[in-house]
């Protein structure tokens, strides 16, 4: 999943952009089109100049605006964080059947495992309706960290898995 995340600190105020994952763009240091999601391997995955990539990607395909900041999460880490906060709870909208969730449509009380596999679920969908799952359950999970006051933790919750978060943002940042 690619998302393009611009806060207004002066408004309070986040927005937050995806990308759909086989949009056709120029990749950057490719000479090519290619999906957008190739950007990362192309610059060389984790350990050489993906998130790089895709950041020139990216910027290049949104008329140059200027991306510089990049936060990775392993999807085990989603979950672990989503544990970390106690759950979720959601209104799910569509039945979820995954080899590792069932999950109903109905209101729930989400752990890790059922929120991924919810924001991963395709089958009898297309990815604007994948991107739209995955940009509700971001605004429920942060309204869930405001409304049980677990905001205050974010920086425990970095520390505990800043091993397996891929970013160049400084703990103050964050």
Known sequence: ??????????????????????????????????????????????????FEYVMKTVSKMMGDIPIDKYVCVDMEVFKEIVDGMGGVDYYVDVEVNTSDAHIDIGQKHLWGYQVLAYCRQRKGSSDIARIDRQQRMLKALFEELKKTKNIVLIPTFYQLVEDKIYTNLSFTQI
């Open 1 to 50: 999943t690619i998302m393009v995340l611009n806060i207004d600190f002066e408004n309070n105020k986040a927005n937050i952009l995806s990308i759909p994952r086989d949009s056709l763009v120029r990749i950057h240091g490719y000479g090519g089109k290619a999906r957008v999601n190739k950007a990362f391997s192309q610059g060389g995955g984790y350990n050489k100049n993906g």
